[in-house]
């Protein structure tokens, strides 16, 4: 890449202030696509992996090749990834949700545009997510909490419906005799589901599990 050498100190602040984006692909004519259309933009700078604030991995369609990619990329946390790719059924959407992606584009709509918005957002830390995907994907989690979860007494937060009653009680001050009165638990049972929750979160006392929740906006 050439560098001009002449940059005075304004020039050199205008290219710190703009976005690192590292492109990949396995196949190069994707990728040179893609770095074309970014390399138009003032506010992008197109740079190596190490350096970069913002992944952009470019694929046909989201098979094995490119979730291990995108699993390779995740081992930077600091690393915002987006994916590019023609096709996206309901599992792949899943499977990269899952991997931790900022946000998803199709390649027919990734013009210079649309790259670029889905880059500025990524580096804010905001996600970006075509109208139908997010419709896809909120249908699926209904149906996880509807048919896998419901039925068991477990929600997306990770606590049973049971749990989360007994710690709101502890967050409120009640003790273990007076939580068991008014649920209509037994001491034991109290006790049990306070244990249970304290060593699958890995936390160490009431207080610690009370704190837990709130903190993750459970209670």
Known sequence: MHVDRTLGPASHTDRVNRIA??????DPILRAGVTSQ????????????????VALVVG???????LRSLKALRCRA??????????????????????????LVRRAEATPDRLL???????????????????????????????????RGLSFTGLADREV???????????????AARLC??????KSVMHDVTTRLNLRNRSHAVAY???NGLL
């Open 21 to 26: 984006v590292y492109v990949q692909a396995h």
């Open 38 to 53: 970014l390399r138009q933009r003032p506010e992008v700078r197109l740079v190596g992996q190490d350096e970069a604030r």
């Open 60 to 66: 046909d369609t989201v098979d094995e090749e490119l």
């Open 78 to 103: 600091d690393l915002r990834i987006l994916v590019i790719s023609r096709h996206v059924d309901d599992a792949g959407l899943i499977a990269v949700m899952e991997i931790g992606v900022a946000g």
């Open 117 to 151: 918005a889905i880059v500025e957002a990524a580096s804010k830390g905001e996600g970006s997510l075509p109208p139908d995907l997010l419709g896809r994907l909120l249908s699926q989690v209904g149906s996880v909490q509807r048919d896998v979860l419901g039925p």
């Open 165 to 179: 009653q007994v710690l709101r009680l502890v967050a409120d001050g009640y003790d273990t005799a007076e939580i």
């Open 185 to 190: 638990y037994s001491q034991r049972t109290v």
């Open 213 to 215: 929740a709130l903190r």
